[in-house]
């Protein structure tokens, strides 16, 4: 049966990866390897890349379900003539998402607009 023990022989200022020494035994002979892994404290600092943390959030907030209040607006909002589009964009949803309120909701749609050309 192998036996194994990891030790932490460096960790990253910021907590992003560690180097671990793993050492044991399998079959009677003895082995010793590092290696580099990502930390599992990636929650809890929400970030190893800038750029995919900001997307995330981003994309967390766009999706996220809206409050009884945000949702009435939206419904106020498409009812006072504004389309679909520009309910997304001022509100910072996904237009599927303002789509999906407005259908929960039993707002009658309108048939959509003419398309430009060009």
């Not at 992003?16 to 009677?28: D, L, N, P, R, S």
């Not at 809206?66 to 909002?77: D, G, H, N, S």
């Amino acid at each position: 049966m192998a036996t194994e023990t990891r030790r932490v022989i460096f960790r990253h200022p910021r907590g992003i990866y560690e180097t671990v020494e793993v050492t044991g035994e399998a079959f009677g002979e003895p082995y010793r390897y590092t290696e580099t892994v990502r930390t599992p404290k990636r929650d809890e600092r929400r970030m190893v890349n800038p750029k995919e943390d900001a997307k995330a959030r981003c994309e967390a907030k766009r999706n996220a379900s809206a409050t009884p209040e945000e949702r009435q607006k939206i419904v106020e909002l498409y009812e006072a003539g504004n389309s679909i589009l520009a309910i997304a964009r001022g509100q910072g949803r996904a237009y599927a998402v303002v789509s999906a309120i407005l259908h929960a909701s039993g707002v009658k749609m309108r048939s959509p607009g003419p398309k430009k050309k060009g």
